[in-house]
């Protein structure tokens, strides 16, 4: 097992490097000039030139690459183009917000999605089912903006129980931060439940009518067992998988969600810094995004061996 | 008072198609230490006929009629919760799939330290020495480093080994093996069904054999019941079966028998099993049996005595291969 960790570590590695080059390749690609938008539109040749210099822009691009990589392995990723802060302080500050909204998005995701998977393939066919298929469609087709403004309009205009938009950090109040982040996390967390809703229901569906159920029921095993533990255990590779895939999504969900409900997170930060085409910023969002992806993806592959043992003992099978 | 006891058992499945009827009056019955085979070809109602006993047949869509007894205690009426104290404990069950029938994901100590947990309420310590002593009791080479393995890691005869310790772990009753040995070796199969001999010498289980194989019906069973889409069609002791088979059908199982070969050509039945759709009154193998006249087209026979311990429905039977 411990081998087995090793080895995606070292694959994990590889991307990153990989991905390192593509980020500061790709986003040099981009049309448009940082020193341009940093010194105005009126600014003379001179003070561009001058801006170019000291943020290293006139350097050959191999040269920048080293100094990218040197600063980032250093903490350094830059200042910000836009107001001279350290990005990694910047990152510092909005990450935690995007965290805590993905996590609660997800958790929302995984107890609604996975509950209300396993109790359409338990209960097939039957009200319970149709419920579930049903909201399950209408959260996959109910685009994330849309789901935001009516939320608000229910909650904080209509009914007035929640408050329309804001954010207060949860170590400086937690009650007023819950407040304001459980609508945007329903929000982002919609659309995920929906899609882990359906593969945990078509996974559970498959597991229940598997061999080793029926033999699990001639045990005389309780419903509960049978379902909870041996047609769960084995449906949960599948739910592992499409978490991980669907991270992708949920960034992309939290950037529009954070829009929406003016929360100052990572993809708020992040369209902010695209608009303003803040190369130093840019670069440490996708650096960041693309570590949270191989770190996650690290933890599915880690979580399938835990779950699926012919991955976990490969090679020590006698078949 | 047999052990078990199954009148007039019929059992239909709810289908798109409409009502299939799988099962049609069966009646058997089973003593203690009795080893009893169900044979017939595929879809004939035989797996059913057994899975009506542990009641494993999908709940939503089956309808069963008829009474079928353990101990003069009736299970068809059970509620859910006795019958789940009747499975594994009483009636046990080995599936015909040992590669797909254990679960990928627990060891296999896990399996089995399961349903004595479940009906002995072992202690954990208890359970596992208990467990390491089934897989002995079965045949399993070094039994405590398998408690530790995944199925995975077993061959199809291993695996089918760890189903049957499973399945005697409570000392049941009533032993179900459905087809035990169809998915393995040739080899593999005489040492597994040592293993149910051994325990019905040992335990004194009952066991209901389901399987398509005569070979398998000569080599362990006591009596037999041959059935022909649903129905009983015959039914007696193996050495009076073997000795004078009545039955047409009877007949044409054993010349398909590869011992029975003439010319190193398996004989084979001619035609189709008909349609569990429909049940006219005649005899269901008439349109393939080469002794069928007018009143078998007439009227079903009926299941009849024709000897001592031997039953069989047929208006023209008798004859050898």
New interface residues.
């Given amino acids: 097992m411990l081998w087995f960790i090793l080895r995606r570590c070292g694959s994990a590695l590889i991307v990153l490097f990989l991905a390192s080059i593509l980020i500061f390749l790709g986003i040099r690609a981009l049309p448009g000039d940082p020193a341009t938008v940093m010194a105005g539109e009126e600014a003379s040749p001179a003070v561009v030139a001058a801006i170019r210099h000291e943020f290293g822009l006139d350097k050959p691009l191999p040269a920048q690459y080293l100094d990218y990589v040197r600063q980032t392995l250093t903490g350094n990723l830059g200042r910000s183009t836009q107001d001279q802060l350290p990005v990694i302080d910047i990152i510092a500050e909005r990450l935690p917000v995007t965290l805590e909204l993905s996590m609660l998005a997800m958790l929302i995701a995984i107890v609604v999605g996975v509950g209300a998977g396993i109790a359409a393939a338990v209960r097939r066919g039957r009200l319970a089912d149709y419920v579930a298929t049903g909201f399950g469609l209408a959260g996959l087709s109910v685009p994330h903006f849309w789901l935001g403004l009516l939320g608000i309009l229910l909650f904080a205009v209509t009914w007035r129980v929640l408050p329309a938009s804001g954010y207060v950090p949860f170590t400086q109040d937690p009650a007023a931060n819950l407040q304001r982040m459980i609508l945007p996390a329903l929000v982002l967390g919609t659309g995920f439940a929906a899609i882990l809703m359906r593969q945990t229901r078509s996974a559970m569906l498959g597991a229940l009518s598997a061999d080793y159920v029926r033999t699990a029921r001639s045990k005389g095993l309780s419903e509960a067992k049978v379902v909870g533990a041996h047609a769960l255990r084995n449906s949960m590779t599948t739910v592992v998988t499409v978490l991980g895939l669907q991270l992708g999504a949920l960034i992309s969900g939290a950037v529009v969600t954070e829009q929406i409900f003016v929360i100052p997170g990572f993809g708020k930060l992040t369209v902010d810094a695209v608009l303003t085409r803040n190369y130093p910023v840019i670069q440490a969002v996708v650096l960041i995004t693309v570590i949270g992806y191989v770190l996650v993806n690290l933890l599915v592959d880690i979580a399938y061996a835990y779950l699926n043992p012919r991955i976990r003992l490969a090679g020590g099978s006698r078949d | 008072m047999s052990l078990l006891e199954i009148t007039d058992l019929t059992v239909g499945f709810d289908t798109e198609d409409g009502l299939v009827q799988a099962v049609r009056n069966i009646s058997l019955t089973l003593d203690e230490g009795e080893i009893l085979a169900l044979c017939g070809e595929s879809g004939c109602g035989k797996s059913v006929t057994a899975m009506s006993v ?1 009641r ?1 047949l999908p709940p939503d869509t089956t309808r069963l009629s008829g009474s079928v007894k353990l101990d003069g205690r009736e299970l068809t009426t059970l509620p859910d919760r006795d ?7 009483d009636v ?2 080995v ?1 015909q ?1 040992p590669m ?8 296999v100590g896990y399996q089995i330290t ?2 004595l947990r ?2 002995e309420r072992l202690s954990r310590q208890a359970a596992r020495s208990r467990a390491v002593e089934l897989l002995e009791l079965v045949g399993i080479p070094a039994p405590r480093r398998r408690m530790e393995e ?1 199925p ?4 199809g005869g291993m695996r089918q080994r760890v ?1 049957i310790a ?2 005697v772990a409570c000392s049941p009753r009533v032993l179900i093996a459905d087809e035990p040995t169809t998915a393995l070796d040739v080899t593999i199969q005489a040492g597994v069904l040592d293993v149910f001999r051994d325990l019905r010498d040992r335990l004194g289980t009952a066991i209901i054999l389901i399987t398509h194989d005569l070979g398998v019906v000569a080599d362990i069973a006591d009596r037999a019941v041959v059935m022909y889409a649903g129905r009983a069609v015959e039914q007696a002791t193996v050495t009076e079966l073997f000795a004078n088979p009545r039955h047409p059908y009877t007949v044409g199982l054993m010349n398909a028998l590869p011992s029975a070969a003439v010319n190193g050509r398996l004989a084979e039945i001619p035609g189709m099993v008909p349609s569990p759709l429909t049940d006219p009154d005649e005899c269901a193998f008439q349109a393939r049996c080469s002794r069928a006249q007018d009143d078998c087209r007439a009227a079903r026979p009926p299941l009849e005595r024709h000897a001592e311990d031997h039953l069989a429905a047929c208006y023209h039977p008798g004859g050898k291969r």
Avoid: C, D, W
Wanted: no cysteine.
């Fill in positions: 542990p494993l019958m789940r104290h009747v499975r594994g404990k046990s069950v599936f799939e797909t029938s254990l679960n990928p994901s627990f060891t399961e349903v479940r009906h995944y995975h890691q077993l061959s189903m499973i399945a």
